[in-house]
């Protein structure tokens, strides 16, 4: 099944592009670079604005040209922005804000911060703008992508978030502080994107740094929701995370449940993973069996699959980019073109409009820039070939320019009715919204590599990195799958050779203690296939009073320790004679 997914993931991606279709009028390669400028002034004018206007705040505020803190004070823009830079082709300005982030953000503050949206804003940006990080000409660390300080930036920020996990289902709080963790009134009840999404950046840190309790942790909140199913296969939109009772039980794929089915695909791509996508696959027959109508999606009783809402939500215009991924591209283009006509309608696409009346919903009127029709146009775009999709980023450009620009940079869409504007300009616009737009006018940028251009990495230089294949997560930061790979494998080389020697350097127990020999060969030896076992195994059973901030070896389970050794050696490849209590290795044992 992993194979046909990825042969679909490479036919939509680098095959069906090449068929002509003729849906839309063909866009000239002049026009494409024209449209790539006009993307670069949108981006530079909103860039500039907030770093003359709201830096160090997280967002900029266009109508009153300042900044403000919203999701935890850590310069969200410029960790947002990051990799759009280097995408836009400016690798010193992309220099600069690396090394300014690594001088300035310090995640060990008294904020309560949201534990979604700091793993895919600030985690995801910074490993990311890790990965591409030799590809913008930064001096890397020698290993990389395996190590480097971008990737400890990440690795810091996933930790503080790691205390939202110690629940006795293992489904994450919805905040936490940074300096405190969760605060002992904080409410149990989040929502399902809230516990479903974060496989992609969690499992990346754990293959990059060696470190598995990110990745555990992920895999058991993930495991934890998958139960929680109701009998005809939905879930909800809020869950109690202490009791795995379900609050609100509307069943949809939009808002408060998106990510997660995102992240099962993604996921199952980027991890070769079958169980990730045997999930998506019984919740994708679930959801058309009960939510679909007409190439609509609507909301319905998670329990009875009656309709409870008859809307379409603006954050579901990511569906028809997942169905591209899995190939299903005849659905994929009906529900893009049904979503389409609401952005004529409107300019924009309005946070709820109502099937039935053809209209908004009352305070529900407002765009705040969202990127998710632009995605799915450049998921669509990339996979037929089909210039209707550039139309929609042609109609996207003029929209958002005629709209929302103001003298500091771009406004959020208050209500779509009359293009009133609210006094926000949120972080996605830049790591999203831009970059998806650009990426659909620029068939040649290095995101789109089909393998015909790499760069070596890893610890000993010989991994065959960025070469295509990037998985997005769902704030549009490119994750390399072959740096997960890579790092894996050094780590597990790293370990059989730190097993060879700290078990060379033991005293056999006959020599410190009276015991029945044969007895203590059998102890020996069980415990010793029990660590072989243990190395790179996910472990479901952690205990929730542990201390997640501090990490364990990844050799061992969680709480258990190696017995003292005699003699202890630095844990490094060799490729020289080694001598160690009397044995000599080469460099070819």
């Known amino acids: 099944m992993l194979w046909f997914l990825c042969t679909i993931f490479f036919c939509v991606t680098y095959v069906f592009p090449s068929i002509k279709h003729a849906g839309g009028k063909e866009i000239t390669e002049e026009e494409m670079a024209k449209y790539r400028e006009r993307i670069k002034a949108m981006f530079y004018h909103a860039y500039n604005s907030y770093l003359d206007n709201a830096y160090p705040y997280d967002e900029l505020r266009p109508l009153t040209c300042d900044g403000q803190d919203t999701w935890g004070s850590f310069s969200l823009t410029l960790i947002d922005a990051l990799d759009t830079l280097l995408i836009l082709g400016n690798h010193t300005e992309f220099q600069r804000v690396a090394n300014l982030l690594q001088d300035t953000v310090d995640f060990d503050i008294d904020v309560n911060a949201s534990v979604f949206e700091t793993n ?19 001096d890397v660390e020698e290993g990389w992508p395996c190590t480097g300080p971008l990737l400890r930036m990440a690795e810091d920020a996933a930790r503080k978030l790691l205390p939202a996990f110690q629940t006795p289902t293992g489904m994450p709080y919805g905040t936490v502080n940074l300096l405190r963790g969760v605060n002992p009134t904080e409410t149990p009840v989040t929502c399902t994107a809230g516990v479903g999404t974060f496989v992609l950046e969690f499992a990346t840190l754990s293959r990059l740094t060696g470190d598995p309790v990110f990745e555990e942790v992920a895999w058991k909140a993930l495991r934890a929701l998958w139960s929680t199913r109701s009998d005809i296969g939905l879930v909800g939109n809020h869950i109690d995370i202490v009791t795995s009772k379900w609050v609100a039980q509307d069943a949809g794929i939009g808002a408060g449940i998106d990510s997660y089915f995102e992240y099962l695909v993604k996921g ?40 409870s809402m008859p809307v379409f939500q603006s954050l579901e215009a ?3 980019g997942l169905q591209s991924l899995l190939g299903d591209l005849d659905n994929a283009v009906r529900t893009f073109h049904n979503y389409y006509t609401v952005w004529r309608q409107f300019g924009g696409l309005p946070e709820f409009y109502s099937i039935y009346q053809g209209y908004t919903v009352d305070k529900r009127e407002g765009y705040p ?9 450049m998921y669509l775009y990339k996979a037929t070939g089909d210039p209707i999709f550039q139309q929609l980023g042609r109609d ?41 737009l650009y990426l ?68 056999p127990d006959s020599l410190s203690q009276p015991v029945d020999g044969e007895g203590a060969e059998e102890e020996e030896e069980q415990d010793h296939r029990g660590q072989n076992e243990d190395r790179g195994a996910v472990a479901m059973d952690m205990d929730p009073n542990r201390d997640l901030r501090t990490s364990e070896s990844i050799v061992l389970k969680p709480g258990s320790r190696r017995k003292p050794r005699v003699l202890s050696c630095p844990m490094q490849p060799f490729s020289s004679k080694l001598a160690l209590m009397g044995q000599v290795f080469t460099d070819s044992t």
């Open 120 to 138: 895919i804003r600030v985690v995801g940006g910074l490993l990311s703008a890790h990965l591409l990080s030799k590809r913008a000409g930064v």
């Open 268 to 307: 199952a791509i980027m991890l070769q993973d079958e169980e990730l996508l045997s999930m998506f696959h019984e919740y994708d027959r679930a959801v058309k069996n009960y939510t679909k109508f007409d190439d609509w999606y609507l909301w319905v009783q998670m329990h009875k699959g009656t309709v």
């Open 318 to 320: 990511f569906w028809p």
């Open 369 to 377: 820039l969202r990127p998710e029709l632009i995605e799915s146009a």
């Open 396 to 436: 996207a450009v003029e929209s958002i320019e005629k709209i929302s620009r103001v003298k500091c940079g771009f406004a959020s869409v208050k209500d779509v009715r009359d293009h009133k504007l609210d006094n926000r300009m949120e972080s996605f616009f830049l790591a999203e919204t831009i970059k998806y």
């Open 440 to 507: 659909l006018f620029d068939p040649d940028n290095f995101l789109h590599n089909n393998g015909s251009t790499f760069e070596l990495g890893g610890p000993d230089g010989d991994c065959v990195l960025s070469a295509g294949g990037y998985i997005f997560n769902t704030e549009a930061h490119p994750l390399d799958p072959a740096a997960l790979h890579c790092c894996s494998r050094a780590q597990e080389e790293r370990y059989e050779l730190q097993d060879i020697l700290l078990s060379l350097s033991e005293v």
